[in-house]
């Protein structure tokens, strides 16, 4: 069982930058591959950003690439998505979630695990 806990959402200016931040709780964080997904309003969830178990592999939907890092500290547990240049269009509830498989980092039924979401608001 691993328990998901996401901070560091907020309200920010676009062009501005956040880290978000997802605690896990046990001890087999360092065997689960982690994704960050969101859902803006209105639209379904979709995938941004994805790590492997060791973070030598990272996988980023198109829309964010080259603006958004994603890396991992097993010692603390802790996955994070760092964001910079920031449009109104990355307004969204963001989503840590946790794959034991690893096999498909992009698609949401891969994954087993999901935290509640932190909200992410960029003004225009």
């Known amino acids: 069982q691993v328990q998901l806990v996401e901070s560091g959402g907020g309200l920010v200016q676009a062009g501005g930058s956040l880290r978000l931040s997802c605690a896990a709780s046990g001890r087999t964080f360092s065997s689960y591959a982690m994704g960050w997904f969101r859902r803006a309003p209105g639209k379904e969830r979709e995938f941004v950003a994805a790590?492997?178990?060791?973070?030598?592999?990272?996988y980023y939907a198109d829309s964010v690439k080259g603006r958004f890092a994603i890396s991992r500290d097993n010692a603390e547990n802790t996955v994070y998505l760092q964001m910079n240049s920031l449009k109104a269009e990355d307004t969204a509830v963001y989503y840590c979630a946790a794959d034991y498989s690893g096999l498909q980092p992009s698609l949401e039924y891969d994954y087993d695990y999901w935290g509640q979401g932190t909200q992410v608001t960029v003004s225009s």
């Open positions: 790590i492997s178990i060791s973070g030598s592999r990272k």
